[in-house]
T-cell receptor, first 114, second 112 residues
Framework: DGGITQSPKYLFRKEGQNVTLSCEQN?????MYWYRQDPGQGLRLIYY???????QKGDIAEGYSVSREKKESFPLTVTSAQKNPTAFYLC?????????????FGDGTRLSIL | DQQVKQNSPSLSVQEGRISILNCDYT??????FLWYKKYPAEGPTFLIS?????DKNEDGRFTVFLNKSAKHLSLHIVPSQPGDSAVYFC???????????FGQGTILTVHP
């Protein structure tokens, strides 16, 4: 059964620590995305990658980093430079992107900074 | 600068009636629009799309209308069902423009 797996579902970290959120897809999609959801603000694009070893900043990339070493994996690191990291993070993918193909989403990771 | 806006945070509708969700955009470079539905603690799922060469697209109970001159799109759900209760996001993209933008979302509640 193909899909996108985000792990863990809930993540707690102390302030000042870097944390990495996992995103794996077995849909053979080229493009992958990371979004952040905050109450009343919808989904905001953090980073996206259209192909392995290449990625671009989205609207709110500051304080985040990504890598795309494999087609199926697109981990997101929330660094200590991110001022307000507590949020719901969503990973998505589509066959060719970012143009007009619907994105498939994982079920998200809720990150809480203690 | 919010280029895609859903000005109604919430909408409440009786079962069997029509639900109309609205979305406004400011950038004429957007030429592809999608609606997603999201339940709590889950990722959004694709619902229906429309490109700028059309003004209407229909899929079962769901119809999306696009008014390019007004830079406005709407999603109609007829008849509404309690299972439609969710958050609905509109999404805009451009084939020659790298921006991907979601609206803020509208919480739809359908009462039995």
């Amino acid at each position: 059964d193909g899909g996108i797996t985000q792990s863990p579902k809930y993540l707690f970290r102390k302030e000042g620590q870097n944390v990495t959120l996992s995103c794996e897809q077995n849909l053979n999609h080229d493009a992958m995305y990371w979004y952040r959801q905050d109450p009343g603000q919808g989904l905001r694009l953090i980073y996206y990658s259209q192909i392995v070893n290449d990625f671009q900043k989205g609207d709110i990339a500051e304080g985040y980093s990504v890598s795309r070493e494999k087609k199926e994996s697109f981990p997101l690191t929330v660094t200590s430079a991110q001022k307000n990291p507590t949020a719901f993070y969503l990973c998505a993918s589509n066959p060719t992107g970012p143009l007009n193909q619907p994105q498939h989403f994982g079920d998200g990771t809720r990150l809480s900074i203690l | 600068d919010q280029q895609v806006k859903q000005n109604s945070p919430s909408l409440s509708v009786q079962e069997g009636r029509i639900s109309i969700l609205n979305c406004d955009y400011t950038n004429s470079m957007f030429d592809y629009f999608l609606w997603y539905k999201k339940y709590p603690a889950e990722g959004p799922t694709f619902l229906i799309s429309i490109s700028s060469i059309k003004d209407k697209n229909e899929d079962g109970r769901f119809t999306v209308f696009l008014n390019k001159s007004a830079k406005h799109l709407s999603l109609h759900i007829v008849p509404s069902q309690p299972g439609d209760s969710a958050v609905y996001f509109c999404f805009a993209g451009g084939t020659s423009y790298g921006k991907l933008t979601f609206g803020q979302g509208t919480i739809l509640t359908v009462h039995p």
